[in-house]
Each structure stands twice: as structure tokens, then as C-alpha cells.
Nanobody
């Protein structure tokens, strides 16, 4: 079974940092369009950051300059470094990717709460 498992969420004060991790049960080379999404109650899930199949990265305007997506193929890991966090960044964060280009896989999500 192909799985993505997120970790690293938690409670942080405004201006703080968190690093989310996404562990894949298969080699990252089998995934494309790996990215991070987030969702708050009553709102649609939104794209936060994504790495395309050709290696380019794109970020939501609201996180540009603060968040960085990265990957470590040797560890089958995808990461999201989040700096200068704001209360509006509070959400459940999901890792997602296309498996062999067609099957969309989602993780179970990890809660991030930014509050003083």
C-alpha cells in the first residue's frame, strides 16, 4: 500500500518556525508533483507549495519568502520549512503526490496552530 505520512505539526507562537516532514512508503522517484496543501474548517483545501515533475517549485503568494519545500530522495522524505509563521497559517497540512503519474495520494494531515 502506498502511503504518505506527515509529522512535525504542533503549536507555535507567531513569528516562530516549524518543519513538516512527509515520509513516503515508496521511493520518491515514483512520485511526481509532490506538494503541501492546507485546509481550515469551512474552507477548501489550498495549495501551499509544490515541486513539479521537472523540479520547479511554486508557492502560494501568502507563503512566498517564508516557506520552503524540499525533498531528500535518500530518505523518501518531503519537507516544508515554515518560518515567520502567522496565525492565518493555522490549518491541517497535507502532503500529496501523484504516484506513477496518475494516482493521487494524500497523507492523513498534521495540525499546525499558530497562536500566542
Amino acid at each position: 500500500q502506498v502511503q504518505l505520512v506527515e509529522s512535525g505539526g504542533g503549536l507555535v507562537q507567531p513569528g516562530g518556525s516549524l518543519r513538516l516532514s512527509c515520509a513516503a512508503s515508496r521511493s520518491l522517484l515514483r512520485f511526481t508533483n509532490m506538494g503541501w496543501y492546507r485546509q481550515t474548517p469551512g474552507k477548501e483545501r489550498e495549495l501551499v507549495a509544490i515541486e513539479s515533475s521537472i523540479g520547479s517549485t511554486n508557492y502560494a503568494d501568502s507563503v512566498k519568502g517564508r516557506f520552503t519545500i524540499s525533498r531528500d530522495n535518500s530518505k523518501n522524505g518531503l519537507y516544508l520549512q515554515m518560518n515567520n509563521l502567522k496565525p492565518e497559517d493555522s490549518a491541517v497540512y497535507y502532503c500529496s503526490a501523484l504516484y506513477f503519474g496518475s494516482q493521487r495520494i494524500w497523507g492523513q494531515g498534521t495540525q499546525v496552530t499558530v497562536s500566542s
